[in-house]
């Protein structure tokens, strides 16, 4: 889609207000995907929503609730379709889809602008080189979060571990070990456990250091 950026194909959206009275063409099954057509249902003069599967990785409410606009006449939702081709003249005006399971089947579509929501793919890239120990194509660490290589340290989503949650919130505090850790490392007389790990924390130190005596 690269060719088509600034041209109709777009991968975040900026302000709503672009996309009003377009015919909205949305690629993708997860959260961002079906959040996004719910989002754009009074803003889009029409909405597609395309995935490569039937199934959908969405939050069970959310899928739910675009079925229901589908059922409404509000969404048309294409599973299992994917893109074959995008035309148009300086501009997105149509794309083709295929069947995923059958690609004779063929179906074209006029659109002003195509949303993608398709996720991220992790990748170790150079990494792989590296003397790390890799598993399922992840960097393999212990429980403060140490790899296999000396001085080396990871967290988030390259990571695995035995009782690994992908999570945003475990990423946050699988970092916060890891820099811990590295600290300590590189300066042995720091404590691994900072004293506090807020700023109201912090404050309230400060206000009981400064009280002046009884």
């Given at each position: 889609?690269?060719?088509?950026?600034g041209?109709?194909?777009?991968y975040?959206?900026?302000?709503?207000?672009?996309?009003?009275?377009?015919?909205?063409?949305?690629?993708?099954?997860?959260?961002s995907?079906?959040?996004?057509?719910?989002?754009l249902?009074?803003?889009?003069?029409?909405?597609t929503?395309?995935?490569?599967?039937a199934?959908?990785?969405?939050h069970?409410?959310?899928?739910?609730?675009?079925?229901?606009?589908?059922s409404?006449?509000r969404?048309?939702?294409?599973?299992?379709?994917?893109?074959?081709?995008?035309?148009?003249?300086?501009?997105?005006?149509?794309?083709t889809?295929?069947?995923s399971e059958?690609?004779?089947?063929?179906?074209?579509?006029?659109?002003d602008?195509?949303?993608?929501?398709?996720g991220f793919?992790?990748?170790?890239?150079p990494?792989?080189?590296?003397?790390?120990?890799?598993?399922k194509?992840?960097?393999?660490?212990?429980?403060?979060?140490?790899t296999?290589?000396?001085?080396?340290?990871?967290?988030?989503?390259?990571?695995?571990?035995?009782?690994?949650?992908k999570?945003?919130?475990?990423?946050?505090?699988e970092?916060?070990?890891?820099?811990?850790?590295?600290?300590?490392?590189i300066?042995?007389?720091?404590?691994?456990?900072?004293?506090y790990?807020?700023?109201?924390?912090?404050?309230?130190a400060?206000?009981?250091?400064?009280r002046?005596?009884?």
């Amino acid at each position: 889609m690269t060719p088509w950026e600034g041209k109709g194909a777009h991968y975040l959206v900026g302000e709503k207000a672009e996309f009003a009275g377009k015919r909205v063409v949305i690629i993708g099954g997860g959260d961002s995907a079906c959040d996004w057509v719910l989002n754009l249902l009074g803003t889009a003069s029409e909405i597609t929503l395309v995935h490569r599967r039937a199934a959908f990785r969405a939050h069970e409410v959310t899928v739910n609730n675009v079925m229901q606009a589908a059922s409404d006449g509000r969404v048309d939702v294409r599973v299992p379709y994917q893109i074959r081709e995008v035309s148009g003249n300086g501009r997105i005006e149509r794309i083709t889809l295929f069947h995923s399971e059958d690609d004779s089947d063929v179906v074209e579509l006029d659109c002003d602008a195509v949303l993608l929501q398709l996720g991220f793919k992790t990748a170790l890239g150079p990494l792989k080189d590296w003397p790390l120990e890799v598993e399922k194509g992840s960097i393999k660490v212990d429980q403060v979060m140490k790899t296999s290589m000396e001085a080396v340290w990871a967290a988030g989503d390259i990571t695995i571990f035995d009782g690994k949650l992908k999570l945003i919130a475990t990423g946050f505090a699988e970092a916060a070990i890891a820099v811990a850790q590295a600290v300590h490392h590189i300066r042995p007389e720091t404590k691994i456990q900072p004293k506090y790990s807020t700023p109201a924390g912090r404050a309230a130190a400060t206000r009981s250091r400064t009280r002046p005596p009884a």
